[in-house]
């Protein structure tokens, strides 16, 4: 059974940085997209960043873009999102999805980050 767990969420002062990681276990797949999401408090769910695992091809949000880094270590089954520079506008909670269209789509139970002085 296929399981995403997120971890490394918390409060952070702005400015600071987080590193967010998201463990899969039952996940054996060679091809995918991994995909980093958030929503923030009355606001609809925004994609953030996201990678291909065959071009290594990342993209991200405006919004973050040169502050957030998404990366992946294969040997330890977990992507990461390195975020620097946070903002009280960043504050969510952030969701990892793993995804290949028409074959899986999952996603972790999400991981609160908090920016605030």
């Known amino acids: 059974q296929v399981q995403l767990v997120e971890s490394g969420g918390g409060l952070v002062q702005p400015g600071g940085s987080l590193r967010l990681s998201c463990a899969a276990s039952?996940?054996?797949?060679?091809?995918?997209?991994m995909r980093w999401y958030r929503q923030a408090p009355g606001k609809e769910r925004e994609l953030v960043a996201q990678m291909r695992s065959d071009t290594s091809i990342a993209t991200y949000a405006d919004s973050v873009k040169g502050r957030f880094t998404i990366s992946r270590d294969n040997a330890k089954n977990t992507v990461y999102l390195h975020m620097n520079s946070l903002k009280p506008e960043d504050t969510a909670v952030y969701y990892c999805?793993?995804?290949?269209?028409?074959?899986?789509?999952?996603w972790g139970q999400g991981t609160q980050v908090t920016v605030s002085s």
């Open positions: 999805n793993l995804y290949w269209l028409g074959d899986f789509d999952y």
């Open positions: 039952g996940f054996y797949f060679t091809r995918y997209i």
